[in-house]
Each structure stands twice: as C-alpha cells, then as structure tokens.
C-alpha cells in the first residue's frame, strides 16, 4: 500500500516537474509581403513565454536573395524584433514566391509560410497595374474554390446587377427623350 503511494508521488512530482520546464514562444508574422523597389523588410515578433532566457535561430528560405537580421536570445517573457530584409531582383511584372520562416527558440521550432508578393520598379507599374486589376485571370483561379452556396449569391448578384443597369440606361434614355420633346415644344 505505501508502495503504490510513493509510485503514484513519485509520478505526479515528475508531471509537475517535466510541465513546468516547457518551452514555450509565440510569433507574429504578416502573411504576405509586397517588395517594391530594390528591397523591403519586415518584422517578426518573438515572444518568450518560458522561464529561462533562450537561443534565438532564424532561418528564411526563399527563391531571391534576403538578410536576416536577429538578436542571439531572447530573455524571459519579452519580445525580440527580427527584421527580415527581401531584395527584388528585377523580376518581370508581377510574381509570387512562396517563401518558410523558421524560426527556432532554444529547443522549440515553429514554421510559417511567407507568399512574398513581388513587384517589378520599372516606369510602367500603373500600366500593369490596370491590366492586372481588369484582368480575370485571378477570377477564375479563385472562383474554383466556390462552393455551391456562393455560385448561386454570385449568380444572383449578377441578374440583380444585370437589371440595375438595364434600368438606369431605360430611365435615361427615356429622360433624355422627354427632354429633347420638351426642348422643342
């Protein structure tokens, strides 16, 4: 009987032991990035939750070239800034790289996906601009994600839209009508 007693003791002291030791942070990241210009940098948040000061490692990888600027630690419960710097290398237009950040505090690890959005600095962003805002590429890629619910809102809002502006154009033209016949009266 005092066997199974010190057993379980013996247990629920480890438990407590091994719980309070853990290793804990968080991160704040942006989910997307748009470099314009030669480069543009942007943070992350580290936040410390353990006990114990803890090593800092930042990894970035990415299909262009970037610079990662960290501190070695991060002291308990306090945040540490990592400033990430991308460098556009001229790539044509507009094009997505889908990029990781892994950042590791002592023996923890946490991974995030960064989409870096990049955006060509030549003389003709308003040009492509335009061409990428009326374009509907992006509609089709997306709108396969639809589900059957929001086809038939879309489609509803298009006959919707569709009588709105037969409408305005009838009411204007009969306007424009009654104008002109009161005119020459």
Do not use: H
């Amino acid at each position: 009987m005092f066997n199974s007693k010190l057993n379980v003791a013996i247990f629920l002291l480890a438990l407590l032991v091994l719980s309070s030791v853990s290793f804990a942070f968080s991160l704040t990241s942006p989910d997307s990035i748009e470099v314009q210009g030669k480069e543009t940098y942007f943070l992350v948040k580290v936040f410390n939750e353990s006990k114990d000061d803890q090593l800092l490692k930042v990894n970035f990888y990415s299909t262009t070239q970037s610079s990662v600027s960290a501190p070695k630690s991060v002291a308990s419960n306090a945040y540490a800034d990592v400033k990430i710097t991308v460098f556009n290398n001229n790539q044509p237009n507009y094009n997505e790289i889908d990029s990781k950040l892994e950042i590791y505090l002592g023996k923890d690890l946490e991974e995030k996906n960064i989409t870096l959005k990049m955006i060509s600095s030549g003389e003709n962003n308003s040009a492509n601009f335009f061409v990428g805002l009326f374009s509907l590429g992006s509609f089709f890629t997306e709108s396969t994600s639809f589900t059957i619910t929001e086809w038939i809102v879309f489609w509803v809002l298009v006959i919707v839209a569709a009588i709105l502006i037969i409408a305005f154009i009838s009411r204007v033209t009969k306007r424009s009508k009654k104008e002109k016949e009161d005119w020459e009266d």
